[in-house]
């Protein structure tokens, strides 16, 4: 990001030399052990007896939601709540008739506080008010409601800040939801765009598990080919879905970051902003660096390009190397998510200040 400063945090050692299949959860749990196993064991004995706050802060695709669902997979979904400040208020949205039957409706209600009334913070959810955004006050209240559901767990909170107005929430925000003994922090991550961009044109997913993938970044093992159209396409291999249903693009995503460019300028505002704060710890994760910087990392940490070539019945997978100019110019290579999440486990020990 320009004009930021990410340290630049290695992964490779010489004590570690097996190659690890970081591609599957058995593979990831060898992966982290031997990685950060000090780290790890110092962030489980903290879990045993306490939470923390986390507000997790990049661009759009950043991987937030990866990260934390790789944190999950380390200690335990029983451990941490990753909530989405964006799917929360679109499922309220959806599913707004039922819930507000429910006997929790009268507690979101006496969560809320703020400068219009409930009912037009409602009719704003809904989109039937003329006023233009959803007051922050209610997101709070809906996030205050959402967090009391997880007692016991520590909070990935994606989403807030959102807006520049919403900064100061952040920074007081475990004390808004009577979090007073847990550390807070903030994790930033630094993605380029083309990155970003690279993620959003090949991405497809599961209809069925609602798997995420890339066709050209992260394949599943099942390929396969459309003689219609002539193109290769993934089939879901999630054991948990068990369907190998097609996967598939969403409508809108080849033309890339062009529809999102003003939300990623403002979310680089936002983390702007944050960056320069003081007297809450921060987490700072690279998603990339420069190749002159890649020996620190070992090969299979690092993101490759994939393509696929038909030969008679046989569909051949080919691997290559991938590089792209970073928001600086500088010639780059991505790190897979795994690798950034260690470079995460790595900082952790000392914002939590164990």
Same mark, same amino acid.
């Given at each position: 990001?320009?004009?930021?400063?990410?340290?630049?945090?290695?992964?490779? *050692?010489?004590?570690?030399?097996?190659?690890?299949?970081?591609?599957?959860?058995? &593979?990831?749990?060898?992966? =982290?052990?031997?990685?950060?196993?000090?780290?790890?064991?110092? +962030?489980?004995?903290?879990?045993?007896?306490?939470?923390?706050?986390?507000?997790? /802060?990049?661009?759009?695709?950043?991987?937030?939601?990866?990260?934390?669902?790789?944190?999950?997979?380390?200690?335990?979904?029983?451990?941490?709540?990753?909530?989405?400040?964006?799917?929360?208020?679109?499922?309220?949205?959806?599913?707004?008739?039922?819930?507000?039957?429910? @006997?929790?409706?009268? !507690?979101?209600?006496?969560?809320?506080?703020?400068?219009?009334?409930?009912?037009?913070? #409602?009719?704003?959810?809904?989109?039937?008010?003329?006023?233009?955004?959803?007051?922050?006050?209610?997101?709070?209240?809906?996030?205050?409601?959402?967090?009391?559901?997880?007692?016991?767990?520590?909070?990935?909170?994606?989403?807030? @800040?959102?807006?520049? !107005?919403?900064?100061?929430?952040?920074?007081?925000?475990? !004390?808004? #939801?009577?979090?007073?003994? $847990?550390?807070?922090?903030?994790?930033? +991550?630094?993605?380029?765009?083309?990155?970003?961009?690279?993620?959003?044109?090949?991405?497809?997913?599961?209809?069925?598990?609602?798997? *995420?993938?890339?066709?050209?970044?992260?394949?599943?093992?099942?390929?396969?080919?459309?003689?219609?159209?002539?193109? =290769?396409?993934?089939?879901?291999?999630?054991?948990?879905?068990?369907? *190998?249903?097609?996967?598939? &693009?969403?409508?809108? $995503?080849?033309?890339?970051?062009?529809?999102?460019?003003?939300?990623?300028?403002?979310?680089?505002?936002?983390?702007?902003?944050?960056?320069?704060?003081?007297?809450? @710890?921060? /987490?700072?994760?690279?998603?990339? /660096?420069?190749?002159?910087?890649?020996?620190?990392?070992?090969?299979?940490? +690092?993101?490759?390009?994939?393509?696929?070539?038909?030969?008679?019945?046989?569909?051949?997978?080919?691997?290559?190397?991938?590089? =792209?100019?970073?928001?600086?110019?500088?010639?780059? /290579? *991505?790190?897979?998510?795994?690798?950034?999440?260690?470079?995460?486990?790595?900082?952790? @020990?000392?914002?939590?200040?164990?």
């Amino acid at each position: 990001m320009k004009g930021l400063e990410f340290p630049i945090i290695g992964t490779k *050692s010489a004590d570690v030399t097996k190659k690890f299949d970081i591609n599957s959860p058995a &593979g990831r749990k060898e992966y =982290f052990e031997a990685k950060a196993g000090a780290e790890i064991s110092k +962030i489980r004995e903290f879990l045993q007896n306490r939470t923390f706050v986390a507000n997790m /802060v990049g661009k759009k695709n950043a991987g937030k939601g990866t990260y934390s669902k790789l944190f999950g997979e380390i200690f335990g979904m029983d451990k941490i709540a990753h909530i989405s400040v964006g799917d929360l208020v679109r499922d309220s949205h959806v599913n707004w008739a039922e819930f507000e039957k429910s @006997p929790e409706f009268a !507690d979101l209600k006496n969560h809320y506080r703020g400068f219009i009334s409930f009912d037009e913070a #409602i009719e704003r959810l809904h989109g039937r008010s003329q006023s233009s955004l959803l007051p922050t006050e209610f997101v709070l209240a809906l996030l205050k409601f959402e967090i009391s559901k997880h007692k016991g767990k520590s909070i990935f909170l994606d989403g807030l @800040p959102r807006e520049m !107005d919403q900064v100061s929430y952040a920074l007081y925000f475990r !004390d808004l #939801i009577n979090y007073r003994e $847990d550390p807070d922090l903030f994790i930033l +991550i630094d993605i380029p765009e083309a990155v970003i961009d690279e993620r959003i044109k090949y991405r497809v997913i599961c209809p069925n598990c609602k798997t *995420s993938r890339s066709v050209k970044l992260l394949p599943t093992s099942k390929i396969g080919y459309d003689e219609d159209t002539k193109e =290769f396409y993934l089939m879901c291999d999630n054991p948990d879905c068990g369907t *190998s249903a097609r996967m598939v &693009g969403k409508e809108g $995503d080849e033309q890339g970051i062009d529809p999102i460019r003003k939300r990623l300028e403002k979310d680089e505002e936002i983390m702007k902003l944050i960056f320069g704060i003081h007297g809450v @710890p921060k /987490v700072l994760i690279r998603n990339n /660096v420069a190749v002159s910087e890649k020996d620190k990392y070992d090969d299979y940490e +690092i993101t490759s390009a994939f393509s696929y070539e038909k030969k008679g019945d046989e569909i051949i997978t080919k691997e290559s190397a991938w590089t =792209f100019k970073d928001d600086n110019g500088v010639e780059s /290579v *991505s790190l897979q998510a795994s690798a950034a999440v260690v470079t995460m486990l790595k900082q952790l @020990p000392e914002a939590l200040r164990i």
